[in-house]
């Protein structure tokens, strides 16, 4: 009986409310919300910053936040001028890397309460922001920003100066933090650029693994910040003159670039005077073979340096540059490619025998070859009596087991000469020098040499360290791979895909359209046939996706397995290039490498 007194006086209650509520009103009724044992927590806005870092990606604006449970509801970032006036609002998606804290509080009643807190970090995108992330950047100090929390959505909501519309409801309310300053976060450039006083300029980057592919620019602005350069840096030969830059005299700004992946910083910018009078420019030693002028030329110091000048169009990314040694007898010798962005290139002058010989410029278009004049290039007789080049007294012998062996032939060996094994890369640069005894063979791993994906060349050489004279062997080129793809070389230079190298049916197909421009061909596309066609010289390849035909020069090829279409680039197997230009190709099973050299 008692429990069913209980229920009628429950249910008279209920009634009692019931009819205030139709009585009173609204307004009246709220005022029977049961107040909260404990005021709410305002929230908390720590490390406000705008990161800008990854120039290629939008940038955002980050902070670290604790935010009562439950308050989470919605969450936005309040701008406020320093007139005090709110400039607008961000609205934060979500909190995350959420950890949940426990915090005690006094409740009005004096005791004791745990409630929980949520910490974590908010990430607001640029185009979220009511201000341009550039603007933000020019302008964060002219801004305070707080965190406003709620524990209900509110029913009008609009994010830009106006102030989001406060519901009534019971029980409904709005936290707001501190207020917090901006800070703008970049990523630490890992070096910098000094100018000399002699006017050169010295770039300096300690590389990271991560910018272990990176490419490097240096980059020019002029007085109204109007990038007039940009020029690939070489890390081994990290200095440039004014002459380099080919600019009038005035006054830039100059910084490094970073590019890796999608993530480009840049260094602190420095400024640098080209003195009045002086056109920054070297004159260019140009030739016209009837075919056309050669923009730039080559020409050889008093110290033995070999300086390139090339005047390349900056759009021009099809014209091919190549460095040419001809020897005595008016015979080609040594050909090395030269990037037109930063032509530089070092001939190790102890892998060719003392003699004079030719240097020129090659300039390749399509079937179009412009060189620039010949300068003459002399290599002195060494003052050892161990001969360079081929004559050398020394073998280098890359095993099947990606090892390498060098054995020292010689019976009458000098002690007091040094004998190094030298690792240059493609452009001919020394990355590694290891010293080694020569009365015995010494076999090393190529893992050993700690060298990056590409091509090298290994030369022995023996110096006289009373004398400074030294002789070189002739070098051995390898490639090695860090990778799990497919890499490819052509003319020891490594290349570069859009799509890497893939392996169909137990053929290794590469892409046809870069591999052709990089040997000299003009590639051309017709998409309603699935067609392309290659020129080069007096040669002419026709072929077409999903065929196993290929017509050079009128004569057809068979394919070992047919051209195919991969991320929309042309796949061929790699037997097919040696076919259609008559280029060298090898398979390096040890490095997974194409290794293609044209017999020009």
């Not at 009692?16 to 709410?40: Q, R, Y």
């Not at 009078?277 to 030739?287: L, Y």
Request: hydrophobic share 35%; charged share 20%.
């Amino acid at each position: 009986m008692d429990f069913i007194k209980n229920i009628k006086k429950i249910g008279l209650f209920i009634l009692v409310v019931a009819f205030m509520t139709v009585g009173l009103g609204a307004k009246e009724a709220s005022a029977l919300c049961i107040a909260p044992i404990f005021d709410p927590i305002p929230p908390s806005l720590t490390d406000v910053v705008i990161n800008d870092a990854t120039l290629t990606k939008e940038g955002t604006l980050s902070a670290s936040v604790i935010v009562q449970e439950g308050y989470d509801q919605y969450v936005e970032v309040i701008f406020t001028g320093k007139d005090g006036k709110e400039a607008g609002r961000a609205k934060v998606d979500a909190i995350v890397n959420v950890k949940m804290v426990k915090q005690t509080v006094v409740g009005r009643d004096g005791k004791e309460y745990t409630v929980s807190m949520k910490t974590g970090i908010i990430n607001i995108s640029a185009k979220n922001l009511p201000l341009a992330l550039v603007d933000f950047i020019a302008t964060k100090d002219n801004y305070i920003v707080t965190l406003e929390t709620r524990n209900y959505v509110p029913s009008t909501t609009k994010t830009a100066i106006q102030v989001v519309a406060s519901d009534t409801s019971c029980g409904n309310s709005t936290l707001t933090s501190t207020t917090q300053t901006i800070a703008l976060a970049t990523a630490v450039f890992p070096g910098k650029v000094n100018v000399n006083q002699d006017g050169t300029i010295t770039i300096s980057v300690q590389m990271q693994p991560a910018y272990a592919n990176a490419k490097i620019y240096l980059i020019v602005w002029d007085n109204n910040g109007n990038e007039v350069k940009r020029i690939a840096i070489d890390l081994k030969n990290p200095k440039i003159s004014s002459s380099d830059l080919a600019l009038p005299s005035g006054s830039y700004t100059i910084f490094i670039e970073l590019t890796s992946g999608n993530d480009t910083i840049k260094s602190a910018p420095v400024t640098w005077s080209i003195p009045v009078g002086s056109t920054g420019q070297t004159p260019t030693n140009t030739v016209d073979t009837g075919n056309g002028t050669f923009p730039g030329g080559v020409e050889v110091t008093s110290s033995g340096t070999i300086r390139i000048i090339i005047q390349a169009k900056s759009n021009d990314y099809t014209t091919k540059y190549y460095l040419v040694v001809i020897d005595s007898n008016g015979k080609e010798i040594k050909r090395v490619t030269v990037n037109p962005r930063s032509p530089k290139v070092t001939l190790n002058s102890g892998s060719f025998p003392p003699s004079s010989y030719t240097l020129q410029l090659e300039m390749v278009n399509g079937s179009t070859k412009v060189r620039s004049n010949p300068v003459t290039w002399v290599i002195p007789q060494p003052t050892l009596s161990i001969p360079s080049g081929d004559t050398f007294p020394g073998t280098i012998i890359v095993n099947p087991d990606a090892t390498y062996t060098i054995t020292v032939t010689t019976t009458s060996i000098n002690k007091s000469y040094v004998y190094y094994v030298v690792v240059l890369d493609a452009n001919e640069n020394e990355v590694k020098r290891i010293k080694f005894d020569p009365s015995k063979p010494i076999t090393k791993t190529l893992d050993d040499l700690n060298l990056q994906t590409g091509g090298y060349n290994i030369v022995i050489e023996v110096v006289d360290p009373k004398t400074g004279g030294k002789a070189t062997s002739k070098p051995k080129f390898i490639t090695y791979n860090g990778t799990q793809d497919i890499i490819v070389t052509v003319d020891e230079q490594l290349q570069k895909f859009d799509q890497t190298p893939v392996n169909v049916d137990g053929r290794t197909m590469v892409p046809l359209r870069a591999i052709f421009e990089a040997l000299g061909a003009k590639v051309e596309w017709d998409g309603a046939t699935q067609t392309i066609t290659a020129t080069k010289d007096d040669t002419k390849i026709t072929l077409a996706i999903n065929s196993n035909e290929a017509w050079v020069n009128g004569k057809m090829v068979m394919l070992d397995v047919p051209a195919k279409l991969i991320n929309e680039n042309t796949m061929v197997p790699i037997r097919f290039v040696s076919e259609a230009l008559g280029a060298n190709v090898e398979w390096d099973n040890n490095s997974h490498s194409v290794i293609i050299t044209n017999k020009e």
